[in-house]
Nanobody, 130 residues
């Protein structure tokens, strides 16, 4: 299985910055993580995509965060560990939400046998308030 652990949330004033991190790890023979991303869910609203990044570095952002947020990714040599970051600048109260990390790919515990996965982190609270 693939586990995701997030960190970096907290309370910040409007106009401030935060950096979220998410580490993907687990016990497997091999792994290939295709896409990693950040989603958020505000009270009373549906979970929405904030930003995503593929293994090739292609990024995607929601219109509400373009120009303010930057997603980046570190790939380990053998892809055994992957970390995705979300640099959030010029934060506004409407950015307040629980932010979730997501990873999609495949892994193998037996050579030649691949299992697809779609894993979520536990969520980290981001609150923007004066």
């Amino acid at each position: 299985q693939v586990q995701l652990v997030e960190s970096g949330g907290g309370l910040v004033q409007p106009g401030g910055s935060l950096r979220l991190s998410c580490l993907a790890s687990g016990s497997y023979f091999s792994i290939s993580i295709n896409t990693m991303g950040w989603y958020r869910q505000a009270p009373g609203k549906e979970r929405e995509l904030v930003a995503s990044i593929t293994s090739g570095g292609t990024t995607k952002y929601s219109d509400s965060v373009k120009g303010r947020f930057t997603i980046s990714r570190d790939n380990a040599k053998n892809n055994a560990k992957n970390t995705v970051y979300l640099q959030m600048n010029s934060l506004q109260p409407e950015d307040t939400a629980v932010y979730y990390c997501n990873a999609v790919g495949s892994y193998s515990n037996i050579p030649g046998r691949l299992k697809a996965f779609n894993s979520w982190g536990q969520g980290t609270q981001v609150t923007v308030s004066s």
